[in-house]
């Protein structure tokens, strides 16, 4: 099971917001090179990227950092305000290894299909976002009428094979991971899930990995509080 430092990005700078609110925010460095630089030293493969700018349809230089960061010859996963075909070519383009959709899994199901065509589904992860048993979309400030569930079988039988999966409610907020709707959503979908919102412990990443079916997780505000080292996690991801 692969582990993914976050580092959410807003203003340039490093952050974390409780359940998406960026009224809710803490700022932890406002130097994004330096902390994927920390995060790789300590033995992260992959480094999960966001930017929040975009999700919130807010100008940024979000791609530049990307580019940045990216050559340290790190595998960066990247989303945020990727909605449309173009957008996810630039941000391919500055280096992004796989690149995640959410809102355009709702509003625009064929491109994102079309996605995986053109990059191929080892380069494409589908956010299946939940709010209240919803997929949550546009920085998880308007709700579907589609569950995770279906949507992710949908997108699965069409050729996805990686998706990201969040409980909104639990994002940010140290509550635990909710561990038996990911478990179950890896084992109904046959996607690769990555788990993400609310890890807060080694015990949440052992259970994961214990269940044989999740392919990795997020982990953010434990990291950047000091609950739990990153080498530690690492362990515990690989049944330590």
């Not at 065509?117 to 546009?138: N, P, S, W």
């Not at 909104?168 to 993400?196: E, H, K, W």
């Amino acid at each position: 099971m692969i582990i993914y430092p976050a580092i959410d990005l807003r203003g340039g700078k490093v952050v974390r917001l409780r359940e998406g609110d960026p009224a809710r925010q803490q700022t932890f460095s406002d130097n994004p090179l330096s902390t994927a630089q920390r995060w790789l030293d300590q033995g992260a493969s992959w480094l999960h990227l966001v930017n929040l700018d975009g999700a919130f349809d807010q100008a940024n230089e979000n791609l530049r950092i990307l580019e940045t960061i990216a050559r340290l010859e790190a595998r960066v996963q990247f989303g945020g305000g990727l909605r449309d075909l173009a957008a996810l070519r630039q941000a391919r383009d500055a280096g992004a290894d796989r690149l995640v959709i959410g809102t355009m899994t709702v509003r625009d199901p064929l491109s994102a299909v079309a996605a995986v065509q053109e990059f191929g589904a080892e380069a494409i992860c589908m956010a299946l976002d939940a709010r209240d048993g919803k997929v949550a979309t546009h920085g998880w400030t308007e709700i579907s009428q589609q569950s995770p569930l279906e949507l992710g079988k949908w997108l699965q039988e069409r050729g996805a094979r990686h998706a990201l999966y969040t409980d909104v409610a639990r994002d940010g907020g140290l509550r635990g991971v909710n561990t038996a709707d990911t478990i179950a959503l890896a084992q109904q979908t046959g996607l690769q899930v990555i788990a993400s919102g609310g890890v807060s412990r080694l015990e949440d990443i052992r259970l994961l990995a214990e269940s044989g079916k999740v392919a990795g997780a997020v982990i953010g505000m434990a990291l950047y509080r000091g609950e739990f080292l990153l080498a530690d996690a690492l362990a515990a991801a690989k049944g330590g």
